[in-house]
């Protein structure tokens, strides 16, 4: 029961809110307010309003000390919007409740009506809780992590990593099991069970009023899903490896502090191998075009023709008319083949046998008549390099007559 | 019958450069690994060793004072790049520098005594050819137009190893 007007207390509020911001900084980093601590902060602001402190309640004794109360401090985290980061078992109590709440709304479907209204009611009290609860712990969350980036409490490296670990380790990964719809004890996955079964009576249930309370339920239902998974989201895309981030830059920074200090990269640490560069060439540099070089000038080598040196060889021309007077004048021969090799050679001892077949044609002449003998025997002319098997052949002038 | 470009991926690891995911011999050296592995150790006696994102040969003997003089270099560029509030995991992975920009920082670094000690990082001329013709021909950087560079993914080589001072012996990395 205050004495006061609601309405000078918020106006309270409002003309002091430095001096209260301050001894809720103070609570935020300490956990608690010093009795000379808040004598300083009313030195500072020149003001003289404790005992208005402590009648509106913003500051309740604890043993020598102070704290601010529950409601103005959620108030000021709510404005200020500075949450301290819930512990997942803190989380977990709204899951707890929910669980609880559904089972009885289940159980008792059918039984008291007034107490059926008053479990939903009181499920969807808890459903907000749970609901501002992980957004302000993302929000937080995400405060921390920029906070610990810019480093503005100038940590060492050390300290920055023993941070983002603790983050991860006891805040942001159970959380996201809390949120991650994959596990199947999650609460948001709870919570979308429940949709399921509320979205089923607000249609099924008989009694109409009892039937729009579903429907109400089941539309914050809705929008807690909707918000929960958002903030599932900045969790695990943004969150988690913005902390990981930070660890890993803090390892590699606190790395290069090791490795610098006190010129312990000269005198402790050996550093990493390295390939010792060679001078011998498994290939000398020019290998492949001496080698293509080598081989390609024998690729295309043309063919070359040797002349033997010497007197030119005078050239035989086969004189028709001569040769035809010749074997007139001897006419009738008995073997016209073997006269015609007496006669080249005679001219040339040494003729080729196309010199040879030319006197041959001789015997196509129309002047004479050839004859076979009988019985057929051949006669065999020998040249330099060819043994010719030809037949025996008469020939004599044509309408002459042999003379017995 | 030998891979494919046999003798530039053999030079290429031989002059000391670290093969990155870009390199087209990248892929190849994957597909042959096996191949590889034995050859380097039958041929040479060397060992072919592999990451995801890098090839790179190691001698039994090693180039100590190169390797040192380029770990010192990142670890006090990125160190620098830090103080600055940049980002060094994104200059490195993303981003290029100017010389300048590089030279600049290592003049004005909070590291003095131990880039003065360094005959190849005490003076922009020095650092510049560390960087122009050990870095580059390792391909550990690549150099740009307009005197800017890049590095490579071979980076990580550097600064995995100063990483591996912070962490307790024996912790693996996570999958």
Known sequence: ?404 | MYPKNHKKIVTELMDGKFITQDDPHFQILKDHKEFYVRFFDRSFGYALQSTPEYHYLLSPDTQESTSRDISIFFSVLCYELDQEGRNFMDVLNFSDLHIDEITDLFRNTTWRDQVQANKQLNSPESLRRLIHSTMVRRNIAVKLPDDRYAFTAAYKYFIDYAWELVRPDGEEEEE
């Open chain 1, 1 to 404: 029961m205050f004495k006061s007007e609601p309405k000078s207390i918020v106006r309270f509020l409002a003309t002091h809110f430095d001096l209260i911001r301050h001894l809720f900084d103070i609570q935020i980093h300490e956990g608690v307010i010093t009795r000379q601590q808040v004598s300083d902060a009313l030195s500072d602001w020149d003001s003289d309003v404790e005992d208005q402190l402590l009648e509106y309640r913003i500051l309740t004794p604890q043993n020598d000390d102070f704290l601010i109360s529950e409601p103005y401090f959620v108030l000021l985290e709510f404005i200020l919007q500075q949450f301290k980061p819930l512990l997942p078992e803190e989380i977990d109590i709204y899951g707890q409740s929910i669980r609880t709440l559904f089972l009885q709304i289940r159980e008792g479907i059918h039984l008291d009506r007034n107490i059926l209204l008053e479990r939903m009611d009181a499920l969807a009290n808890q459903i907000k809780k749970f609901t501002t609860a992980i957004r302000n712990n993302t929000t937080s969350l995400q405060h921390e992590s920029r906070e610990l980036k810019a480093n503005t409490q100038n940590m060492e490296y050390e300290e920055k990593i023993r941070k983002a670990r603790h983050l991860i380790e006891f805040y942001i990964m159970p959380l996201n099991t809390i949120l991650d719809v994959n596990h199947s004890q999650s609460i948001y996955n709870e919570l979308l069970h429940i949709s399921q079964y509320v979205n089923k009576m607000r249609f099924n249930y008989e009694n109409e009023s009892i039937r729009r309370r579903f429907g109400k339920l089941y539309n914050l239902l809705v929008q807690s899903n909707t918000d929960i998974s958002s903030q599932s989201a900045i969790i695990s895309n943004e969150l988690l490896p913005l902390i990981e981030r930070i660890r890993t830059e803090s390892e590699y920074l606190q790395g290069f502090h090791i490795y610098l200090t006190n010129g312990d990269c000269y005198k402790k640490y050996d550093p990493p191998a390295l390939f010792s560069i060679s001078r011998t060439y498994p290939y000398q540099h020019f290998v492949y075009e001496n080698t293509k070089q080598y081989f390609e000038q024998f690729r295309h080598e043309e063919s070359v023709y040797i002349e033997e040196a010497g007197a030119p060889e005078e050239q035989w021309i086969f004189d028709q008319e001569e040769y035809r007077q010749r074997l007139e004048s001897q006419l009738p021969v008995d073997d016209f083949f073997s006269w015609c090799g007496s006669a080249i050679s005679e001219d040339k001892p040494h003729f080729r046998l196309d010199e040879y077949f030319m006197i041959t044609s001789l015997i196509f002449e129309d002047d004479y008549e050839i004859e076979s003998h009988h019985p057929a025997t051949n006669a065999i002319l020998k040249s330099d390099d060819v043994q010719l098997v030809l037949p025996r052949l008469k020939i004599k002038k044509k309408h002459v007559s042999e003379k017995p």
